[in-house]
């Protein structure tokens, strides 16, 4: 999963005509760190999607924006639009995120 570095940057990859996955997480989250642990399979059987991180501390700005309150968050968006948004609570077994992206599809 690439790094989002910059405002520009995100604002870019939201506007795709492709769905565009952005995970938002830091670097001190402990369920953040889980969900590495599984998510490289889930992007696997969703090539279709362009996948993406962004650390939320860096950028409280646009989590804000996107009402990402808690971290690991996942977000799908589609030409500018957030299409979806799997809350943190949500995000923390390999199931219930492959449920997340069942009703994504």
Same mark, same amino acid.
């Given at each position: 999963?690439?790094?989002?570095?910059?405002?520009?940057?995100?604002?870019?990859?939201?506007?795709?005509? #492709?769905?565009?996955? @952005?995970?938002?997480?830091?670097?001190?989250?402990?369920?953040?760190?889980? %969900?590495?642990?599984?998510? *490289? =399979?889930?992007?696997?059987?969703?090539?279709?999607?362009?996948?993406?991180?962004?650390?939320?501390? #860096?950028?409280?700005? @646009?989590?804000?924006?996107?009402?990402?309150?808690?971290?690991?968050?996942? %977000?799908?968006?589609?030409? *500018? =639009?957030?299409?979806?948004?799997?809350?943190?609570?949500?995000?923390?077994?390999?199931?219930?995120?492959?449920?997340?992206?069942?009703?994504?599809?």
């Amino acid at each position: 999963m690439k790094d989002i570095t910059s405002e520009q940057q995100f604002n870019d990859l939201i506007n795709q005509s #492709q769905q565009t996955v @952005i995970k938002f997480e830091t670097d001190w989250c402990p369920d953040c760190k889980r %969900l590495d642990m599984f998510i *490289g =399979e889930i992007m696997e059987d969703h090539l279709d999607k362009a996948w993406y991180q962004i650390d939320k501390d #860096q950028f409280p700005e @646009i989590a804000e924006k996107y009402g990402v309150m808690g971290i690991p968050s996942l %977000l799908v968006f589609q030409k *500018g =639009e957030k299409v979806a948004h799997l809350h943190s609570a949500n995000a923390k077994t390999p199931d219930s995120v492959k449920a997340f992206f069942k009703t994504v599809d």
